[in-house]
């Protein structure tokens, strides 16, 4: 069965840091590229950052660029977002997407909120 599980979501002042984790299954996770959306309330689904599956590649979209970082641990089948500099607007849903060439799978997400 293919699971991707985030964690690490919660409630954080501005200013502050969370990691999320994305912890994958039943698939070859090194083969996929592993993305970080987030979803606020009433807001459409938008992409936060993106790790390449074969060299580490990163991007980041402008909002979180200097703030957030990406990362995997391709032997703990997992992915990260370390996420500092927290803002209010930052508050929303987390998801991660694993693409493979034909593939892709999504997880349930985890909330982060930061007060103001």
């Known amino acids: 069965e293919v699971q991707l599980v985030e964690s690490g979501g919660g409630l954080v002042q501005a200013g502050g840091s969370l990691r999320l984790s994305c912890a994958a299954s039943?698939?070859?996770?090194?083969?996929?590229?592993i993305g970080w959306f987030r979803q606020a309330p009433g807001k459409e689904r938008e992409g936060v950052s993106c790790i390449s599956s074969s060299d580490g590649t990163t991007s980041y979209a402008d909002s979180v660029k200097g703030r957030f970082t990406i990362s995997r641990d391709n032997a703990k089948n997992t992915v990260y977002l370390q996420m500092n500099s927290l803002k209010p607007e930052d508050t929303a849903v987390y998801f991660c997407?694993?693409?493979?060439?034909?593939?892709?799978?999504w997880g349930q997400g985890t909330q982060v909120t930061v007060s103001s």
């Open positions: 039943g698939f070859t996770f090194d083969d996929y590229a």
């Open positions: 997407k694993a693409y493979g060439n034909v593939l892709s799978y």
